[in-house]
C-alpha cells in the first residue's frame, strides 16, 4: 500500500520506522514547547497525509515517554480519518509530577 505524505513545513521529518521490523513508523515534533503537570497540547508535525479510500490512521503512544516521563497520547489511540487533509498533529497529556519539555525533531508518537 502506498501512503501519500506531503511535507508542509520546512523542519517537519518525514514519518519513518526506526527499525525494519517495527510496526509503527515515528511521528516527529515541529514545535518547541513545554507540557506542565496534568496539561495537555497539540503538537504540530508538519505533515499531511492522504490515506488510500476505507482506511484510517491512527496515532498511538510512545512506550518510551510513558514509562520515563508519564507522557502520553490524550485521546488513545488518535484516529486519522481517510478524508482528512489538514496537517497531522499529536495531543499530548503530561501525566507526571514535573515539566516536559518537547524539541523539534522529537519523537513523539506512532502511527
Not at 525494519?20 to 506542565?36: N, P, R, V, W
Amino acid at each position: 500500500m502506498k501512503l501519500k505524505i506531503l511535507q508542509l513545513h520546512e523542519s517537519a521529518i518525514m514519518p519513518k520506522y526506526a527499525h525494519e521490523s517495527d510496526a509503527g513508523l515515528d511521528l516527529f515534533s515541529i514545535d518547541e514547547l513545554e507540557i506542565i503537570p496534568r496539561e495537555s497540547k497539540l503538537i504540530r508535525t508538519g505533515i499531511s497525509i492522504e490515506l488510500p479510500a476505507k482506511t484510517e490512521a491512527q496515532i498511538r503512544p510512545r512506550s518510551g515517554l510513558a514509562l520515563k516521563h508519564q507522557i502520553t497520547v490524550l485521546n488513545s489511540p488518535g484516529t486519522i480519518d481517510e478524508g482528512y487533509r489538514g496537517e497531522i498533529g499529536v495531543i499530548l497529556i503530561n501525566h507526571g509530577k514535573t515539566s516536559f519539555q518537547v524539541t523539534k525533531g522529537m519523537k513523539i508518537a506512532q502511527w
